[in-house]
């Protein structure tokens, strides 16, 4: 049973989860950090509805607690922001930082915890109904929204409702209301749900990881039989991929094969190969040429490489994918022939 199956058949207890969350391979890593920064939106719109309790609270009472509470929370809410816009720009950059999953982390657990630590002192040490019911309902209501934009890494997820909603159970419990009883009660109830559900959710989109992954090494293996050169590139023009044909024709693998400065292209035909993928990248249109490529066994065969350019969502394109086919030199004779006559 391959890992896709596993996570959807398996009833995985949170620690478990946790764990596989903590030993995900690097490239399931890259993607799923990805997630955390796929929305600025949302992260902007408990950025500031937080802020907004933060600073009500702290125009609304003396007590030093509830204000230093709720004046820190619009700081590092601001600073959650920033972080989460440089990461998102360094990411369509190719320049990710590598401790951005370590940064959100940090910032989404102290955002979340100051949010129930502003819960807590307004219900402990205030008699303010409103403002008891602002920080409550923003506190449970961005533990609840957290955990469906985070549920792709539960560790996070799990965090941040637990340091959200889980102050407000003990501000509850030691009132001398039976309401607030009745309330705590079912905080704990909604934050046990929330994180069954936030469990679920994780297996499911974990799952949905790993089919499509095992579906890309697949096609990479078809790929990989194909008798045709297959390559791929980045939008600057840069391979990033080869096929194992490549190697065989040519007899250097992807990390030695390198059109700038190894002579695979026959030198008459290099300013023309080059100014037309010079054409395309610009423009962003359909790529072919026909040249001469080097050989393994140092003799130069006529090939035909054709290319496509794939976009994102915003019509920029994200990679160029491309095929080089060898050509019959004497069919390319002939058909030179037929031009000129």
Avoid at 41 to 55: N, Y
Avoid at 114 to 128: E, K
Avoid at 139 to 164: E, M, S
Wanted: hydrophobic share 45%; with cysteine.
């Amino acid at each position: 049973m391959d890992e896709g199956a596993k996570l959807a058949t398996d009833e995985m207890a949170i620690p478990a989860l946790v764990k596989a969350d903590r030993d995900l391979d690097a490239r399931s890593r890259r993607q799923l950090v990805g997630t955390l920064f796929a929305s600025p939106k949302s992260l902007a719109i408990g950025a500031a509805a937080g802020s907004l309790a933060g600073l009500m609270t702290a125009a609304s009472t003396t007590d030093a607690w509830c204000v230093a509470a709720g004046l820190a929370i619009p700081v590092v809410a601001t600073l959650r922001v920033i972080h989460s816009l440089v990461e998102q720009r360094c990411s369509r950059m190719g320049s990710a930082s590598g401790k951005a999953e370590f940064f959100y982390e940090m910032g989404a657990w102290v955002f979340s915890g100051l949010l129930g630590l502003l819960a807590f002192f307004v219900l402990t040490r205030t008699t303010n109904g409103p403002l008891h019911l602002l920080v409550a309902c923003v506190a449970i209501g961005y533990a609840a929204g957290i955990c469906a934009r985070n549920a792709g890494r539960p560790v996070i997820a799990l965090g941040q409702l637990a340091f959200a909603a889980l102050p407000i159970t003990p501000a509850l419990a030691f009132s001398d209301e039976p309401a607030h009883w009745a309330l705590a009660a079912i905080n704990v109830a909604f934050i046990l749900a929330l994180a069954d559900i936030t469990r679920k959710t994780a297996i499911a989109f974990k799952s949905a990881v790993a089919s499509s992954e095992a579906r890309e090494a697949e096609l990479r293996e078809t790929l990989e039989y194909l008798p045709n050169l297959i390559w791929r590139a980045d939008p600057a023009g840069d391979f990033t991929y080869h096929s194992r044909r490549w190697k065989e024709f040519t007899g250097f693998d992807m990390a030695e094969f390198d059109h700038h400065r190894r002579p695979f292209i026959h030198p008459n035909d290099k300013v023309e190969y080059y100014a037309a993928w010079r054409s395309s990248l610009k423009a962003g249109t359909r790529f072919e040429a026909q040249y001469r490529l080097r050989h393994k066994s140092g003799d130069y065969r006529w090939m035909l490489s054709r290319a496509m350019p794939e976009y994102d969502g915003s019509g920029r394109i994200v990679r160029w994918h491309g095929a080089c086919v060898e050509l019959d030199y004497d069919d390319i004779v002939q058909r030179s022939y037929r031009a000129k006559s």
